[in-house]
């Protein structure tokens, strides 16, 4: 393979704010600059997010969005909710096939935290 997943960018109009919220949430560190917000893992294991400014709020659902995967879901979602996130309906609600949480950040934008997986699952 000749290329690999750099970065996942986000726009935001208050990235340092978002991205310290993320950074807070992934227990990643973040590094500002004057109109973005890098968040990576210590150990730069991962791919990192890039919070970039932008003028204008998020308007409509994201077409791309993060799923995470918990020990305990249940336990994720309060801690997050806690931090800040807030429960959304993307079109989920009622079916009984639903295994994940839809949530969204302090500005809006919608991520998963799905069911806790087995160790041995892809």
């Known amino acids: 393979m000749t290329v690999r997943l750099h970065s996942i960018a986000v726009d935001a109009t208050d990235p340092q704010r978002l991205g310290r919220w ?3 949430a992934l227990g990643w560190e973040a590094v500002d600059d004057d ?3 890098v968040v990576a ?4 294991s991962q791919t990192r997010l890039e ?3 932008v003028p204008e709020p998020k308007s409509v659902k994201n077409r791309l969005h993060l799923d995470l ?3 305990d879901q249940e336990q994720e979602v309060s801690r997050f909710e806690r ?3 807030v429960r959304v309906d993307v079109g989920q609600e ?3 096939d639903v295994t ?4 969204a950040d302090p500005e809006g934008n919608e991520f998963c935290i799905l069911r806790a997986r087995r160790p041995d699952a892809p």
């Open 83 to 85: 931090l800040g996130a």
């Open 41 to 44: 893992p210590a150990d730069r």
């Open 51 to 53: 919070f970039l400014k």
């Open 100 to 103: 994940w949480v839809v949530l």
């Open 69 to 71: 995967t918990p020990d």
């Open 94 to 96: 009622g079916d009984p």
């Open 22 to 24: 993320w950074a807070d």
């Open 35 to 37: 109109d973005a917000c």
